[in-house]
T-cell receptor, first 114, second 115 residues
Framework: GAVVSQHPSRVICKSGTSVKIECRSL??????MFWYRQFPKQSLMLMAT?????????EQGVEKDKFLINHASLTLSTLTVTSAHPEDSSFYIC??????????FGPGTRLTVT | AQSVSQHNHHVILSEAASLELGCNYS??????LFWYVQYPGQHLQLLLK??????LVKGIKGFEAEFIKSKFSFNLRKPSVQWSDTAEYFC?????????????FGKGTLLTVNP
């Protein structure tokens, strides 16, 4: 079946640097990609929604200039955390959905900013 | 706006005990409802979903859930849990119709099953 992969699975970076997280869908076309972040012992919080080839729509309170989302193809979306700070440390999860309502979550990326 | 409440933060059971995890949602329109499971160190997996029809839906691994519209509830049940069911369980809701798959999640319930 379809699989959604994320790379890297874990990343540690220094404060002020940028980190790119890739989300790839295999065997299906991800027309819509959702990016979530999950803090320890908390729920998944939707950050943004992107449709292939369009600009992402960000949820209230999410800085679009800090969390850059690119969804240029039906199989790849990227989330770039720019000028990362310790408070950005979290678990980032992508969720890919196709037009026929197939949907799969990625395994997540653990970001630690020191 | 949609919201989802999961009343139990942490549930501890012994093997063979019965399980019921509560989920209530708030939304004025027609909804689709989901339960996801996240095993330790793994990604979210769909347990079951309700779109329409029979309000009692059966999912994988012996789980089932009942949609009670009048109570805005979608509780998850399993008659006899196993140690391998130890995981975090999330209830989620989306408005039905359209192609937008945006989900609103509850805060999750951690289930610990002791052998």
């Amino acid at each position: 079946g379809a699989v959604v992969s994320q790379h890297p699975s874990r990343v540690i970076c220094k404060s002020g640097t940028s980190v790119k997280i890739e989300c790839r869908s295999l065997d299906f076309q991800a027309t819509t990609m959702f990016w979530y972040r999950q803090f320890p012992k908390q729920s998944l919080m939707l950050m943004a929604t992107s449709n292939e080839g369009s600009k992402a729509t960000y949820e209230q309170g999410v800085e679009k200039d800090k969390f850059l989302i690119n969804h240029a193809s039906l199989t790849l979306s990227t989330l770039t955390v720019t000028s990362a700070h310790p408070e950005d440390s979290s678990f980032y999860i992508c969720h890919a959905a196709s037009l026929n309502s197939e949907q799969y979550f990625g395994p997540g990326t653990r970001l630690t900013v020191t | 706006a949609q919201s989802v409440s999961q009343h139990n933060h942490h549930v501890i059971l012994s093997e063979a005990a019965s399980l019921e995890l509560g989920c209530n949602y708030s939304y004025g329109g027609t909804v689709n409802l989901f339960w996801y499971v996240q095993y330790p160190g793994q990604h979210l997996q769909l347990l079951l979903k309700y779109f329409s029809g029979d309000p009692l839906v059966k999912g994988i691994k012996g789980f089932e859930a009942e949609f009670i519209k009048s109570k805005f509830s979608f509780n998850l049940r399993k008659p006899s849990v196993q140690w391998s069911d130890t995981a975090e369980y999330f209830c989620a809701v989306r408005s039905s119709g359209g192609s937008n798959y945006k989900l609103t999640f509850g805060k999750g319930t951690l289930l610990t099953v002791n052998p």
